[in-house]
């Protein structure tokens, strides 16, 4: 007993002087880290040694240095480099290194001369221009002098001109650096730039030579800080899932929880037991002819077995978050009515907060803004740690929810998870006069890490739209069916704004909803009547059916090419994604892995193209409410073609060679099918 005493004394001591020495060591480290941040410690010495940066310094009478990456992303130009701190090692044993020069000017101020050169010449012009990954505007003021201001408080008499693209600032910047060299008379051509205010950023790293354009991050030295407790989190989880998603939301929506349930065992049974799909028995030649499928014959099969919702509009391609995010900003701040979002996701990150804050200032000033999100969604990502850095200060709220309401006239509800199933659908409305749809969510990997798509869409389709929303927004409040009912029956008609004008196309709406699963009968059909190409880039490939007949496609001399993510959100969804990739490589059908994480869901079939936010996966195709445009207009084809799947096709990753599979990968299939 004495011993066992003793032991457990001995290891309490022994735990308790660790506790110390770990709690008194993170303080140290974060002064240091914040005295690198606030340049209040300079790098003695900077050297280039075999593509990697390192920095020397000394703090408190130690030397030791910080090692970076100094190789350029050729596909995104800036790399995120990750300063890691080293022991301190003998220069001179790095006799070939190439010295970095650490420039007095700080990266603002070269700045400032860089965007002198970039101002629209007339006043009250302006050009979108992006700066440390944020959306500004670069104007020209009344009086004629230049301003730069955050997009979202742009002036709104202000006419946006064009954007600046990447290509042409860097360009501006490596001309700067030269002529700064010049004047000093120093023969390098690698410089360090001091970067203020920027999270964990204390430099730029440029290269005149090979010009790259490097911010170097520093590790994170701080916690972050979160509303949101474990308990809080396990306490918001139930409550919603069990208390308000199946006890009161089936109260208030009987009808519409009786019918999900009866389409999720359905749709459980169907895609359990797919037909058997054989693989060719040899792959045959692609089609020589130039026919495609009868048009006029496919949109008359879909007015009589899916739907005749057919409307015009008029589409704008919108790819990658540096092409939608500052379109629907600016949007949002120059509103005269209302701003309407219907978001799968809003998350908490400070990207998503700065929007959120936008639409909170809108709401103060008499827009109607109402934004509604998934319930769960809402509660996971109260926790979720954000992807990029953060400032010191940053406090992740508790709820998107509660942040929008609190101290604002915005309105925030969600969609309850009754059976499990969600609102997936992405729609953003401003004014009832302008509509964007397609994969993006609210988050700082859509505006910056993922590749992904919308379209803005102006005319009578925002209508109807405009009208679903409000059916949505109905629903999900305290009225549930009833109030859903009510507002389908009796509410207003198109407003006259969204009357058609020339040159508008037509659009026909595709829906996933319980009892409903337009979006893939539709394609389904369409790969079955394809005769030239079908093109589909899509992150989540589990759908059985789906994959036979483009087997079968195939087999019919179709030239079928598939794009899938290399880097996918959801990992038993990337291990089925391996074993889909091998069936349609061993059938002929061409394979593409882009290289990051594609959200992108679009499809071309000969002259006919879908883009939305259903997935090839059960949910997305029978459970979910979800919403895809069909269109055949053939100038959006081609754009389509060559923006986004030409331009994907020539910088993934095509497969020739059949991926490693785990010997489990048939437990996988079996249990995506029903995701």
């Known amino acids: ?141 009344a009086d004629g002098k230049p301003d730069l201001v955050e997009l979202a408080k742009a002036p709104a008499d202000v006419a946006i001109t064009g954007k600046v693209e990447r290509e042409e600032f860097n360009r501006l910047v490596f001309q700067k650096i030269k002529e700064i060299v010049t004047l000093t008379d120093i023969p390098y051509s690698r410089f360090l730039l001091r970067l203020d205010n920027v999270p964990l950023t204390p430099f730029v790293y440029v290269d005149t030579e090979h010009e790259w354009l490097t911010p170097l991050q520093l590790p994170p030295y701080y916690e972050l800080e979160k509303e949101m407790t474990q308990l809080g989190f396990s306490t918001s989880f139930l409550w919603s899932f069990f208390v308000k998603s199946h006890f009161l939301g089936i109260i208030k929506a009987p009808f519409t929880s009786a019918t999900r349930l009866g389409s999720l065992t359905l749709a459980s049974v169907y895609t359990a037991f797919p037909p058997g799909y054989k693989d060719l028995p040899e792959v045959p030649a ?37 092409e939608f995010f500052p379109h629907f900003i600016l949007a949002a701040q120059r509103a005269k009515h209302s701003i309407f979002t219907r978001a799968y996701i809003f998350t908490t990150d400070p990207y998503s907060l700065k929007l959120a804050d936008l639409l909170k200032a809108r709401a103060d000033e008499g827009i109607d803004v109402r934004v509604l999100t998934d319930e769960l969604n809402a509660i996971v990502n109260s926790t979720r740690v954000p992807e990029l850095a953060y400032k010191e200060d940053f406090v992740m709220p508790k709820s998107i929810t509660r942040y929008l309401r609190k101290g604002s006239s915005a309105k925030a509800r969600t969609h309850l998870n009754t059976w499990a199933t969600f609102d997936h659908t992405k729609v953003y409305l ?69 009357e058609e004008k020339p040159g508008m196309i037509d659009v026909r709406l595709l829906y996933t909803k319980p009892t409903k699963a337009e979006i893939f009968h539709a394609q389904l059909e369409a790969i079955k009547r394809a005769k030239k190409r079908i093109y589909i880039q899509n992150a989540y490939f589990s759908d059985d059916r789906i994959v036979g007949e483009l087997i079968k496609a195939r087999g019919r001399g179709v030239d079928v090419r598939v794009i899938l993510p290399s880097q996918n959100d ?86 020739d060679k059949e991926r490693d599979v785990a010997w489990n990968s048939f437990i996988v299939s079996i249990l995506t099918n029903q995701l």
């Open 1 to 141: 007993m004495k011993k066992v005493s003793f032991l457990r004394l001995f290891v309490l001591s022994l735990t308790a002087v660790l506790l110390c020495a770990c709690a008194a060591n993170p303080p140290k480290k974060r002064q240091l880290m914040g005295a690198i941040q606030a340049h209040q410690l300079l790098p003695q010495q900077v050297s280039l040694w075999k593509n990697q940066l390192y920095l020397l310094y000394q703090y408190e009478g130690k030397k030791f240095y910080f090692v970076a990456s100094a190789q350029a992303d050729q596909k995104k130009g800036a790399q995120y480099s990750l300063l890691t701190p080293k022991s301190f090692f003998d220069w001179g044993e790095k006799e070939k290194a190439e010295k970095v020069i650490v420039v007095g000017k700080e990266w603002t101020e070269v700045l400032k001369e860089v965007l002198l050169a970039l101002v629209p010449p007339k006043s009250g012009e302006g050009k979108v221009i992006f700066i440390q990954n944020f959306e500004t505007l670069l104007y020209r003021n």
């Open 430 to 498: 401003v004014d009832r006069e302008l509509a964007y749809t397609g994969g993006m969510n609210i988050g700082e990997e859509y505006r910056y890490t993922w590749h992904d798509m919308m379209v803005a869409l102006r005319g009578p389709v925002v209508g109807k739209l405009v009208k679903n929303f409000y059916e949505a927004w109905s629903f999900n409040g305290w009225g549930g069916d009833f109030a859903a009912g009510y507002r389908k029956l009796f509410s207003k008609k198109y407003r006259a704004v969204n």
């Open 570 to 655: 959801v990992t038993i969804m990337d291990a089925n994604n391996q074993i889909m990739a091998n069936r349609l490589w061993r059938n002929g059908v061409r394979v593409y892995f882009y290289r990051g994480m594609s959200h992108i869901k679009a499809a071309i079939y000969d002259g006919w193209a879908v883009v939305g936010s259903a997935n090839f996966d059960k949910m997305s195709l029978f459970i979910n409410q979800e919403m895809s445009l069909g269109i055949s207009d053939p100038s959006f084809v081609k754009e389509l073609e060559e923006r986004l799947f030409e331009k994907d096709f020539a910088s993934s990753d095509e497969m």
């Open 286 to 322: 692609l089609t020589d002819g130039q026919e495609e499928m009868d048009l006029e014959s496919f949109n008359a099969w879909l007015d009589k077995k899916i739907s005749k919702q057919n409307y015009k509009a008029s589409v704008e391609l919108l790819i990658d978050g540096v």
